[in-house]
């Protein structure tokens, strides 16, 4: 049957909002112990409760986490890191109350830190001393923000804790080496976050459980650690963005390094060079540390993430001599296979181009890691090392969608602000059914991805595809501050938010305006959370979007610098500049102060629990925008929080926005979508 000639966002579409929820879940965490598998499930469909699930070594699944338990931690807000599992003995972190459980396969989960207000988050269990090393936040004061540190937890007796470590804001990826003789962690302070600069510190466990004189091993404020870990020899291996090119410092990516001299007495390498000593508080150390610190394959390669959530690791050991990694060159993901005698990397060839985004975990001869393509979503996947094997562990969407509804991501570079270039995936409108008019482009969302540090992928979407195959282009777009191209272009957004990414959204909407494909009358830009930040700024201080769509964003950054969690309290200081001293700045680019530039439709949504960005900032846009007399519609959902997580919620916002849009551009719907109230709609 011919495709029917209908108006681009008016074709009819298999993929609802009610197939895009029905039986979707999201990976949240994943532990190897021996031969079974474990991970994490967020599911939607139960109430977004995260449920454990264990896969033994004959292919046999089971929940083993029943309700009411909700595998989740606080810590950070943004959580992760929230179960750890040793010898069959499952550790986690309940959401309902943040204390820590203990369970063994089959038995009943039993509390194991006391009731108070306090969080767990990525643990490491020491096998030696029966105890779990592990982040504390601790928010039993009303009158300061919480208190992080690392601490021992006794397993043997009571749960009881002692502190290991304290003095910095933030703590990350406490890791015991293999023979249990020592310790290394990550610590930074205000007002970076991870991916500015952090420490990484090494120190010998004592006997009791307690650690002897700590080191500084790498980092400082303008050097970003990632994922400490030893190797089964005890070789302290870890991720960072310093130059490895002498002649070239601007060129700095995630690479993979080594550092040999822990212990007492040990030297680095043989040369006698032993561990630098530092100081906690300035984060300097000698010339010692630094000597023995060694680039593993140096390249122009990401080895790392933001570390928005704890827990997560992009590189794990096959053996000694082995290390199984994941990487980014240009936004596309590769697993590798670094030998470490020679130094050299080869690729494993995978159909992925998004790999690890929620972890990598090797051992026992097989690697778990999250994977997914332009044709396949998320995918949680068991690589088996000595046959090269891979398998499907578990689909995050079990969607069945003909092909000819879906469009495929295709990468693009655009030309943007003073002479640079930025990044891109199109998306055009595909469905088989139906053709556009002649005389008709397609109409544009523009998609600003959150964090702002963060960055989008190629992974096959199917909310994306909910918008193409009924007629709309998509553009996702890592604009300037967006991470996988190297550390020069993750720091243009330093001092420039709400400038830079805001310039490359409008750029790369021009661009593809400027290529005839699509309508230039029919922009539209959606994002959430810092992504609805760039939204708003993008439809308040530049003439070019006809609509937008916020879910739970920005709109006053000097509410957002008095009122957020201390993870991101003093993030903006990198972002626009310390506040209060430019507070001038922080209204000039907060859209709130500049409504009377705003001249298109806009749509809210915000869950009312939200501690990252409160309701209180939709709530002050909806009441600005109101007064205006433009088109408005706002949609809270309670008992939400950053983030819908809820299948209903999920269903309720596409549908809301999907209707939002019908009403604005003025195109039919087929069949009954539940309408929004859109005030001041003429």
């Known amino acids: 049957m011919p495709p029917q000639t209908a108006p681009y966002g008016s074709w009819e579409s298999p993929i609802r909002s009610e197939l895009i929820v029905s039986d979707s879940i999201s990976i949240t965490g994943m532990a190897i112990d021996g031969d079974d598998i474990y991970w994490i499930e967020q599911r939607p469909s139960d109430g977004a409760r995260n449920v454990v699930v264990r896969r033994t070594p004959d292919g046999k699944t089971q929940d083993v986490t029943g309700a009411p338990y909700n595998v989740r931690t606080r810590v950070h807000e943004y959580g992760g890191g929230a179960l750890v599992v040793a010898n069959g003995v499952m550790y986690f972190s309940n959401y309902d109350d943040q204390r820590l459980y203990r369970q063994e396969v089959g038995g009943e989960a039993r509390p194991l830190t006391p009731e108070a207000d306090m969080r767990y988050a990525d643990g490491d269990i020491d096998r030696r001393r029966g105890a779990m090393i592990c982040v504390r936040e601790d928010h039993t004061s009303p009158w300061q923000e919480p208190v992080n540190t690392l601490v021992s937890i006794d397993l043997q007796r009571g749960g009881g804790s002692r502190v290991l470590a304290s003095g910095n804001n933030f703590f990350s990826n406490p890791r015991i080496s293999s023979d249990g003789e020592h310790l290394a962690w990550l610590a930074w302070n205000h007002p970076n976050m991870p991916w500015d600069g952090t420490q990484l510190w090494a120190a010998e466990l004592l006997a009791n459980g307690s650690i002897g ?401 409160p309701p209180q900032q939709a709530e002050a846009m909806l009441d600005a925008v109101r007064k205006k007399g433009l088109p408005v519609a706002y949609v809270p959902f309670e008992g939400e929080q950053h983030g819908f997580r809820k299948a209903e919620n999920i269903r309720r916002a596409l549908d809301g926005e999907l209707y939002f849009y019908s009403r604005v551009f003025a195109f039919d719907l087929p069949g009954d979508v539940e309408p929004v109230e859109i005030e001041n709609l003429l």
């Not at 209204?587 to 709130?592: D, F, T």
């Open 213 to 613: 004189d700590r080191h500084l091993v790498a980092g400082g404020r303008d050097e970003s650690i990632f994922q400490p870990e030893w190797s089964p020899g005890g070789v302290l291996y870890f991720v960072s963005d310093r130059a490895v090119d002498s002649t070239n410092s601007s060129r700095r990516f995630w690479n993979l390094f080594k550092y040999r001299a822990i212990g007492r007495g040990l030297e680095a390498g043989g040369t006698g060079e032993s561990i630098g000593r530092g100081s906690l508080a300035d984060g300097t150390g000698d010339s010692g540390a630094e000597a023995a610190v060694e680039a593993m394959c140096p390249m122009e390669a990401e080895f790392a993430l933001p570390q928005w959530s704890l827990g997560v690791g992009t590189y794990g050991f096959a053996s000694e001599e082995r290390i199984i990694c994941a990487y980014n060159q240009q936004g596309t993901w590769q697993v590798g296979d670094l030998d470490t005698r020679t130094e050299t990397l080869q690729t494993v060839p995978t159909p992925f181009t998004d790999i690890g985004r929620m972890g990598l975990k090797a051992g026992s001869g097989k690697v778990v890691f999250t994977a997914g393509s332009p044709t396949i979503p998320i995918t949680l996947m068991l690589l088996d090392l000595e046959s090269g094997a891979t398998e499907i562990l578990r689909r995050t969407s079990e969607a069945k969608v003909d092909e000819g509804y879906m469009s495929r991501a295709q990468s693009i570079e655009f030309p943007t602000e003073s002479g640079l270039t930025a990044h891109a995936f199109h998306y055009p409108p595909a469905n088989h059914d139906f053709l556009g008019p002649e005389s008709e482009k397609p109409p544009l969302i523009v998609v600003s991805h959150g964090g702002p540090t963060g960055a989008t992928t190629s992974t096959l979407s199917m909310m994306t595809q909910f918008w193409t195959s009924r007629g709309f282009a998509v553009l996702d777009v890592n604009y300037g501050g967006s991470t996988g191209y190297g550390t020069a272009y993750r720091r243009r957004l330093n001092g420039n938010w709400g400038v830079v990414d805001v310039d490359d959204c409008v750029n790369g909407a021009k661009y593809l305006v400027d290529q005839g494909l699509v309508d230039g009358d029919r922009l539209i830009i959606r994002g959430s959370s810092a992504g609805g930040y760039t939204t708003l700024a993008a439809l308040t201080f530049r003439d070019v979007f006809k609509a937008g769509t916020s879910l739970y964003g920005i709109c006053d950054l000097t509410a957002l610098a008095e009122d957020t969690h201390k993870f991101e309290s003093r993030y903006l200081d990198t972002m626009i500049g310390p506040y209060p001293e430019l507070e001038e700045l922080y209204k000039a680019r907060s859209p709130i102060n500049h409504i009377d530039q705003l001249d298109c439709a806009l749509i809210l949504f915000q869950g009312l629990d939200d501690q990252i960005v």
